[in-house]
């Protein structure tokens, strides 16, 4: 299995409705190159029903023997669940507690398999900042290799219709979604101290680099997609680009420290989540900087920049 690091980004435009007010107008030169940025969360609402998830005929997926691989494998953060293990499409990948990972066995097979299809090993790399160490392959009793993370074998959801849906988690007590480590995902507990901050908060930082810039509660860049329109307010990062590029949850405007009140508004996604904007402009987090302060996301794609606190875009180099 050759395995190797990285992640994929694909951008599919969505129209999101726009709320409450009106917004200015698109600022195709609102960018500044003075120096001036979390976590979605996917619709999870499990499926009643047994622990397979009762799916069958049309509803049900392909059998085993028909399973795919997971090909570039990512993490996505879930605002319920933290890191998600996703596959390169970006649906969430789980694994079951009637199977075991010491030794590799999947007890999952005929009916079960149509509802929880198989992950096929062979063809998955390891996502960006997880150890490819922990990705291996178990003989199922088809004679079928199935991929596993430390040694569990993982699934996809039938019921799962578009990626960072999370319909599978906790689906008859023994389905949840597998964690870049091959645990049970979980969302970690704030750390203590931290100056009192919280995700739920904006304020602004100052980097050398970028100068003023906002950040999120724990001192993550917030950055601005240059596909997304003002008006009307619509954001153009869907599936698998909002896996990597987490949208800025609602922040009330009490937590929002030095940032423009113009048009401080919250979009209503098609797809559940409900995001931060500001001036009208969505705003969002990028998975790729993995502790407070870094910029990696600035520039990326040409696309996606840091934002200032009256919403323009950091173009800086």
Same mark, same amino acid.
């Given at each position: 299995?050759?395995?190797?690091?990285?992640?994929?980004?694909?951008?599919?435009?969505?129209?999101?409705?726009?709320?409450?007010?009106?917004?200015?107008?698109?600022?195709?030169?609102?960018?500044?190159?003075?120096?001036?940025?979390?976590?979605? +969360?996917?619709?999870?609402?499990?499926?009643?029903?047994?622990?397979?998830?009762?799916?069958?005929?049309?509803?049900?997926?392909?059998?085993?023997?028909?399973?795919?691989?997971?090909?570039?494998?990512?993490?996505?953060?879930?605002?319920?669940?933290?890191?998600?293990?996703?596959?390169?499409?970006?649906?969430?990948?789980?694994?079951?507690?009637?199977?075991?990972?010491?030794?590799?066995?999947?007890?999952?097979?005929?009916?079960?398999?149509?509802?929880?299809?198989?992950?096929?090993?062979?063809?998955?790399?390891?996502?960006?900042?997880?150890?490819?160490?922990?990705?291996?392959?178990?003989?199922?009793?088809?004679?079928?290799?199935?991929?596993?993370?430390?040694?569990?074998?993982?699934?996809?959801?039938?019921?799962?219709?578009?990626?960072?849906?999370?319909?599978?988690?906790?689906?008859?007590?023994?389905?949840?979604?597998?964690?870049?480590?091959?645990?049970?995902?979980?969302?970690?507990?704030?750390?203590?101290?931290?100056?009192?901050?919280?995700?739920?908060?904006?304020?602004? +930082?100052?980097?050398?680099?970028?100068?003023?810039?906002?950040?999120?509660?724990?001192?993550?860049?917030?950055?601005?997609?240059?596909?997304?329109? +003002?008006?009307?307010?619509?954001?153009?990062?869907?599936?698998?680009?909002?896996?990597?590029?987490?949208?800025?949850?609602?922040?009330?405007?009490?937590?929002?420290?030095?940032?423009?009140?113009?048009?401080?508004?919250?979009?209503?996604?098609?797809?559940?989540?409900?995001?931060?904007?500001?001036?009208?402009?969505?705003?969002?987090?990028?998975?790729?900087?993995?502790?407070?302060?870094?910029?990696?996301?600035?520039?990326?794609?040409?696309?996606?920049?840091?934002?200032?606190?009256?919403?323009?875009?950091?173009?800086?180099?």
């Amino acid at each position: 299995m050759g395995i190797k690091r990285g992640t994929t980004l694909a951008a599919v435009a969505v129209v999101v409705a726009l709320t409450a007010t009106a917004c200015g107008g698109n600022d195709t030169a609102g960018e500044t190159t003075q120096p001036a940025g979390a976590v979605a +969360a996917p619709s999870q609402a499990p499926s009643s029903g047994d622990a397979y998830g009762s799916g069958s005929g049309s509803d049900a997926a392909a059998s085993a023997g028909d399973a795919k691989p997971g090909g570039q494998l990512a993490i996505a953060q879930d605002e319920k669940l933290g890191s998600v293990l996703t596959d390169s499409a970006g649906f969430t990948l789980y694994r079951f507690d009637k199977d075991t990972a010491k030794p590799s066995k999947s007890t999952c097979d005929g009916d079960c398999a149509k509802t929880w299809p198989v992950v096929a090993a062979g063809d998955a790399t390891a996502a960006a900042g997880m150890d490819p160490a922990l990705l291996g392959e178990v003989v199922r009793t088809d004679g079928s290799k199935q991929l596993t993370v430390a040694g569990w074998p993982v699934y996809r959801f039938s019921k799962d219709t578009k990626a960072g849906d999370t319909n599978g988690q906790g689906v008859g007590g023994t389905w949840f979604a597998a964690a870049p480590d091959g645990k049970k995902a979980a969302k970690a507990a704030p750390a203590p101290g931290g100056a009192g901050q919280t995700a739920g908060a904006l304020t602004v +930082a100052k980097d050398p680099k970028l100068g003023e810039h906002i950040v999120d509660g724990n001192g993550m860049t917030v950055y601005r997609f240059k596909p997304d329109t +003002a008006w009307p307010m619509a954001s153009k990062c869907e599936g698998a680009c909002v896996a990597k590029w987490p949208v800025v949850p609602p922040v009330d405007r009490a937590n929002a420290k030095g940032i423009i009140e113009k048009n401080y508004l919250v979009l209503d996604r098609p797809d559940g989540k409900k995001q931060q904007t500001v001036n009208c402009w969505p705003v969002y987090t990028f998975t790729g900087d993995k502790k407070a302060g870094d910029i990696n996301g600035q520039g990326v794609g040409g696309t996606w920049y840091a934002v200032a606190p009256d919403g323009k875009l950091i173009t800086v180099p």
